[in-house]
């Protein structure tokens, strides 16, 4: 078991809960044929779904593969109170894994090696590697799980599981931006055995995307600290810490950070693989 050094760091987490009958109908969710917004305010108690085989557990689904938009992934955030988890997490043994903590602790358990894992946290689980996670704390944990099909490629290996403090690695500043834009990368970008990026971008008080990208990949965009205001095709949505953004491939997307503190998401995006022509590419 290794033991980890929790981040003072702010990641935002749901609580639920459910508004109360005072409030107005007006809010920012939006769900369109190119993006969706997912606002921190919709994610209360009665639009969580539980789980097969995982106990004390509860989860807000954000995304999910579907016809005609985002097709690539799934995830969710998961709250598993004290004692919860589960042995038999992933029903589907071709499934890659990614995990992000952003409040509590988790013990993830991979071929006989426990992980703990605080805030800041990263993991990665390639497929049929029988991975297991338990909350072993007193206290709730809140995590990220985003799943993926892996698309293995002849003559190159699957990866191995790994764990990766965010604190400890060095964000790369964007070319040309004077370190106002910078990425925190888990995964080497040169590194073919990876067929998704999960990413942490932090732009500083006034920094910007200075261009609407149009891109083949698919995003969710998850807001761990901070507000801007983000272009997504041709409009203009306010977010905050605990939004959420879900992307369908091509969608035009810039961004000026708000401030006062830095603006931080979560991104997940699917990489280095040929276009399936005709359908999705076996497995």
């Known amino acids: 078991m290794r033991d980890v050094t929790m981040s003072n760091r702010p990641y935002y987490a749901p609580r639920g809960g459910l508004p109360p009958q005072t409030d107005l109908l007006t809010g920012r969710a939006v769900f369109t044929d190119a993006y969706a917004v997912i606002p921190k305010g919709v994610m209360s108690d009665i639009v969580t779904s539980l789980l097969p085989f995982w106990d004390e557990t509860r989860c807000w689904v954000l995304s999910r593969p579907m016809s005609g938009f985002s097709e690539t992934f799934s995830q969710y955030i998961m709250e598993v109170a004290p004692g919860g988890g589960s042995d038999r997490p992933e029903p589907d043994a071709g499934a890659e894994g990614a995990l992000f903590v952003v409040e ?25 590697c029988g ?59 040169a590194d073919m055995r990876h067929d998704m990026h ?4 932090t732009l500083e008080p006034g920094g910007v995307i200075p261009f609407a ?11 761990l600290e ?22 369908r491939a091509f969608c035009p997307q ?9 603006f931080r998401y979560l991104l997940y995006k699917d990489v280095n693989r040929h276009m399936a022509l005709g359908g999705i590419a076996p497995r």
């Not at 810039?254 to 830095?262: H, N």
């Open 198 to 201: 999960v990413t942490i971008v």
């Open 226 to 247: 901070g507000k801007a205001v983000y272009r997504l095709n041709q409009d203009w949505v306010e977010v905050e810490a605990g939004d959420y953004m879900w992307l």
């Open 104 to 128: 509590g602790e988790l013990t993830v358990t991979v071929g006989g090696d426990r992980h703990t894992l605080g805030p800041g946290w990263f993991g990665y689980l390639p497929p049929d």
């Open 131 to 189: 991975w297991s996670a338990r909350n072993q704390s007193g206290a709730p944990v809140r995590f990220h799980w985003i799943r993926k099909a892996y698309e293995r490629v002849e003559g190159i290996d699957v990866p191995e599981a790994f764990f990766a403090d965010e604190a400890a690695i060095a964000p790369t500043p964007m070319p040309d931006t004077n370190g106002v834009w910078a990425t925190t990368r888990f995964v080497d970008p």
């Open 254 to 262: 810039a961004c000026y950070a708000g401030g006062p503190g830095k």
């Open 213 to 223: 990208e149009t891109h083949v990949m698919e995003h969710g965009l998850y807001v």
